[in-house]
């Protein structure tokens, strides 16, 4: 079993910045593959970057340039800046573990214009 809490959302202005967090706990291993997903009203839940390893990271279209993923053993965060208000979702921490992908409560972010 593995556990994830998200933490750090909250309501910006476009073009600032949050940091978004998540901490791990339970069965999981500094080789699991963790990620950030988002969604928003009406769309469907999309990946906006993962970390592969230490230097393996991929990242959305809409989040290159802008947001950064990182690792310390256990938490995953979430930089972003040059926020927009098409970023405004609900975001979701997510790692597979023995086969079982593990999910989040979400974090609100809210960015107005």
């Known amino acids: 079993q593995v556990q994830l809490v998200e933490s750090g959302g909250g309501l910006v202005q476009a073009g600032g910045s949050l940091r978004l967090s998540c901490a791990a706990s339970g069965s999981i291993f500094s080789s699991n593959v963790m990620g950030w997903y988002r969604q928003a009203p009406g769309k469907q839940r999309e990946l906006v970057a993962r970390?592969?390893?230490?230097?393996i990271r991929n990242y959305a279209d809409s989040a290159k340039g802008r947001f950064t993923i990182s690792r310390d053993r256990n938490t995953v965060y979430l930089q972003m800046n040059s926020l927009k208000p098409e970023d405004t979702a609900v975001y979701y921490c997510?790692?597979?573990?023995?086969?079982?992908?593990?999910w989040g409560q979400g974090t609100q972010v809210t960015v107005s214009s």
């Open positions: 970390i592969i390893s230490s230097s």
């Open positions: 997510q790692t597979s573990v023995g086969g079982n992908n593990y």
